[in-house]
């Protein structure tokens, strides 16, 4: 009998235990349950943001003809001497050849679904050009003057910045970024009673968000409406970069 006394009181003794655990973490106090932990071992990781702004200097004009007739070979005259007329009058405000480029030619048949089976009525023919303009002063004058020509489709435009130049804020970003990672490691260490080691981990995110302004006047008495030249701003871009730091902790 005192065998089993001995061999019954741990099981006694564990049970409680577990019963007092539920009887605790039912009616006991509230703990917090967003708790951040450094386990031994681990990194310091922390993250900093950079921004730079410049004012683009290139712009990108999306610009396209389509006609539509009964004759695809009218229609296909039509579009290509519109078209014609667009890369010539581009050429003569000092657009580059080169900064011309095709970027879609389009042609599909209308139908007339009336009848059964559907027969052809028509065709439709359209060709697109993406247009870079390096001097802004010429902006307001390539779309006028494309409209001037023919063309019937005049896209979105954005606005760039070089390579060189945004290299150059790429690089300024990044410095600022790495910058407020470094001082925010720094002072979280500080606050923990913790000693940075060294970088052993970086990385990096880059955004760019333009910020253009565009504002298209017309002009006219009554039912006459002309449209004047567009007066295009080209506003800011701005880059950004995030970067990431993991430091050594000692």
Not at 29 to 36: E, F, G, M, T, V
């Amino acid at each position: 009998m005192e065998t089993k006394n001995i061999l019954q009181h741990p099981l006694t003794l564990l049970i409680s235990f577990f019963v007092l655990l539920f009887l605790f973490s039912k009616f006991g106090p509230n703990l917090p349950l967003s708790l951040i932990s450094q386990e031994k071992g681990e990194p310091l990781i922390v993250s900093g943001n950079g921004k730079a702004t410049a004012v683009p200097d290139i712009a990108k004009i999306t610009l396209g003809v389509e006609e539509s007739g009964s004759s695809l070979l009218d229609v296909e005259k039509s579009v290509n001497t519109k078209s014609q007329a667009l890369v010539d009058s581009l050429k003569k405000l000092g657009v580059g050849e080169k900064d011309i480029k095709t970027i879609s030619y389009n042609v599909s048949p209308d139908y007339d679904y009336r009848s059964q089976p559907a027969k052809i009525i028509g065709y439709r023919v359209s060709t697109t050009y993406e247009v870079k303009v390096k001097d802004f002063d010429k902006v307001n004058a390539v779309i006028a003057k494309a409209t001037e020509v023919g063309v019937n489709m005049v896209g979105g435009i954005s606005f760039e910045v070089n390579e060189d130049i945004k290299n150059k804020l790429l690089d300024e970003a990044r410095k600022e970024a790495v910058n407020e990672a470094r001082q925010k490691a720094e002072s979280l260490a500080k606050a923990a009673g913790i000693t940075l080691g060294k970088i052993i981990n970086i990385s990096e995110a880059q955004g760019f968000e333009p910020r253009p302004i565009a504002l298209m006047e017309k002009s006219g008495i009554g039912g006459d409406i002309q449209v004047t030249e567009p007066e295009i701003v080209p506003g800011e871009t701005e880059l950004s970069v995030t970067v990431s730091l993991s430091f050594e902790l000692r």
